[in-house]
Structure formats: C-alpha cells, structure tokens
C-alpha cells in the first residue's frame, strides 16, 4: 500500500502557473505507474497525465503542451507542472499509483483558475 499525499494547489489567474506536488510513503514508486487526475465540478474523475516505472509519460489532449508530469523516485515524489493555465483546469486534482496489486489515492488538492 501507498500513502500518497497532494499538496500545490491555490487559486491563480488565467495563463497563470502552478506545480503540484506528491509525496508517497510506504513503499517505494520506482515499479509504479504514478498519475495525476482531476475532478472537476459536476464531472467525472479524468487522467491528466501518468508516468510509467518505464519512464513513459502519456497527457490527455486538453493539457499537452502545458503540464509536465515528472518524477523523483529517489525521493518518491511525483510533481504536475502546470503552465499557461485556464478556468477548464479548474478541479480537485488527485495523485495515483498503480500496478497490478495496488490502486491508491491520495485525498486532492484544489486546483483554482480565476481572474
């Protein structure tokens, strides 16, 4: 099991930027496929980007271009840097690791695009 723990979040204006952080405990994240999702108000939960224990990173089309999905297995972190934002990013924003065994979530981090 992960313990995963989001933090970054605020409220920022339009264009503006943000980088999300993700700390895990409990096992190490080298073999885990680690992702960002978010929810947004009235949505469905949605994949914003994920990185593979390979290293392959994969976005949904809204966001290529501006975030970076990056990860510290060393330090078991995984980081969202998020650029040119918009008021559609607006949500909850969760971090996920996963393999076969394992699916765990951390509790969010509200993301605010805003002027």
């Known amino acids: 099991q992960v313990q995963l723990v989001e933090s970054g979040g605020g409220l920022v204006e339009p264009g503006g930027s943000l980088r999300l952080s993700c700390a895990a405990s409990g096992s190490f994240i080298s073999f885990l496929t680690m992702s960002w999702y978010r929810r947004a108000p009235g949505k469905q939960r949605e994949l914003v980007a994920a990185?593979?224990?390979?290293?392959?990173?994969n976005y949904d089309d809204s966001v290529k271009g501006r975030f970076t999905i990056s990860r510290d297995n060393a330090k078991k972190m995984v980081y969202l840097q998020m650029n040119s934002l918009k008021p559609e990013d607006t949500a909850v924003y969760y971090c996920n690791a996963r393999n076969s065994v394992i699916n765990d979530w951390g509790q969010g981090t509200q993301v605010t695009v805003s002027s």
């Open positions: 990185t593979t224990s390979g290293g392959r990173t």
